[in-house]
């Protein structure tokens, strides 16, 4: 029985990431028989006539042939001897040396029935050949040579075929991936194709329908898998390769010793606002609580609550503001539980004190799961500009007539604008983030209310003096010209 795997286990309903392997795999019932020819020839070779006294052997389009002297029997050349022993051995040494027939075959000087010959046994199950004769032929007459062949034979039908994969996103027809079916399996990587039409911040859906083509052109299907959903992401220790579509966060919280709450991963925030990502699932709508807690972990107010409405098997960015009675209640948390729907609550620590610096910069991105995450970095930031400037040499029989002292002129001056931000101080468990954010290819902050895409140079996270406090350093560069910013 024939039969489909995606990701080594379920087949549909899935979030799968850009970058990191999607293996589709095709297999067939195992066991089978492989395939085995034998070449034998007579004593009598030597005294056989052709034209020019010339022998040649070709198999699966490559050509053998003899010469006189046994110095000569290199590469696909063989020797004829007096010896039957002598020519099988030089013979066999010829056929390994063709490339087409290696790679199909194990070529082994034997015996068959006591007589000396070449074997040919397929590297693979499965009957390759209607006849020998398909891709065997040679000058030399029948009576002094002769062929034995066991055409070998696969449980699976699919063995000998072409395997189609036709790949479509949102019902469009994006491409086919084809493959020959060999053994008991073949396996294709989707991620590949699958970034060619993912997105950013959006799941985008897929299909995909598998059919064999047999050696003699008959098509059939093999079967089908329902709507997966790709987001860009990327593979990042202790998280998932493929995420169950459903209503849950669009991130990776595993990281961290086992809280009560969604993360185990410790989060902060020092802006009073939270941007946070979901997968929404078959789900059209949630509720979104929000609770202050004190030190002891007790609410400071009652709790904050509004229904929000989503679209069904998407991305939704959130951009959650903490401004509950004029913001009066955010100063004085020390945590901020946010809880969406019925998934466990997302804790937030709050960076103490409030307002101890007038300067912070929030860094976001997609994270490894495509969704948004974030750090607020208030520490020590530092701005440095170098300039790489190019220079050309004025006419110098102009020095005496120019009102500008100048031989040396500039005509191109670069300067890279990088920003070096340190953070507060915090737990081991809330270095785990710093490792999505190096691997992120999407990331961004705000001045002024203007988006401004970075790029990353360097992540560092540091233990200090104190056991296990860790303080991180970020530096960055602008991706467009510093003077516009």
């Keep these: 029985m024939n039969g489909i795997r995606y990701n080594n286990e379920s087949v549909s309903n899935l979030i799968t990431l850009t970058d990191v392997p999607n293996i589709l795999t095709i297999y067939g019932k195992e066991g089978g028989t492989y395939a085995e020819v034998y070449i034998m020839i007579q004593s009598t070779l030597k005294g056989a006539t052709t034209q020019d006294n010339q022998w040649w052997f070709e198999i699966m389009g490559e050509t053998v042939t003899n010469v006189i002297t046994p110095s000569n029997a290199i590469n696909k050349n063989f020797y004829i001897s007096d010896s039957v022993l002598s020519t099988i051995a030089s013979l066999t040494k010829a056929i390994r040396n063709c490339p087409t027939v290696a790679a199909n075959f194990l070529i ?206 998407s991305i939704d960015d959130l951009s959650i503001v903490l401004n509950d009675s004029g913001n009066a209640y955010f100063p004085l948390a020390f945590y901020i539980d946010i809880t969406i729907g019925g998934l466990p609550p997302v804790r937030y620590n709050v960076i103490k004190p409030i307002k101890a610096t007038e300067y912070y910069q929030r860094i976001l991105w997609r994270n490894s799961y495509g969704g948004i995450s974030f750090f607020d970095f208030t520490g020590q930031k530092t701005e440095t500009r170098d300039v790489d400037i190019s220079t050309y040499e004025k006419n110098i029989f102009g020095y005496y007539t120019d009102d500008m002292n100048e031989l040396e002129k500039v005509y191109n001056n670069e300067v890279k604008y990088t920003v070096t931000l340190k953070s507060h101080l915090f737990e081991n468990d809330g270095k785990y983030i710093f490792n999505d954010l190096l691997q992120s290819a999407n990331v961004w902050t705000e001045i002024n209310g203007e988006k401004y895409a970075i790029i990353i140079d360097s992540v560092s996270v540091d233990e200090t003096d104190q056991n296990n406090i860790y303080e991180a350093t970020v530096k960055y560069h602008y991706s467009q010209e510093p003077s516009l910013i």
């Design 108 to 313: 082994e000087n034997t015996t068959r029935n006591g007589t000396p010959c070449v074997k040919l046994k397929a590297r693979n199950i499965g009957s390759f050949w209607t006849s020998f004769n398909d891709f065997f032929k040679t000058n030399i007459e029948s009576t002094y040579y002769s062929t034995y062949v066991i055409a070998g034979s696969a449980n699976s039908s699919l063995v000998g075929a072409k395997i189609d994969v036709d790949v479509y996103s949102d019902g469009d027809y994006v491409t086919t991936l084809e493959k020959n079916f060999y053994g008991t399996e073949t396996s294709f990587n989707l991620s590949p194709v699958l970034t060619t039409f993912a997105e950013y911040g959006k799941l985008k859906p897929y299909t995909l329908n598998v059919s064999s083509i047999m050696s003699n052109g008959e098509y059939s299907a093999v079967g089908s898998i329902d709507t997966n959903y790709i987001s860009v992401g990327y593979m990042v220790n202790q998280g998932l390769k493929f995420i169950p579509n459903g209503f849950s966060y669009a991130q990776n919280f595993s990281r961290g010793k086992e809280r009560e709450f969604a993360n185990n991963t410790l989060l902060y925030l020092y802006e009073n606002k939270v941007d946070l990502s979901l997968f929404t699932g078959n789900s059209g709508g949630y509720t979104l609580k929000i609770d202050y807690l004190d030190s002891a972990f007790k609410k400071i107010t009652p709790t904050r609550e509004r229904s929000l409405r989503c679209n069904t098997n």
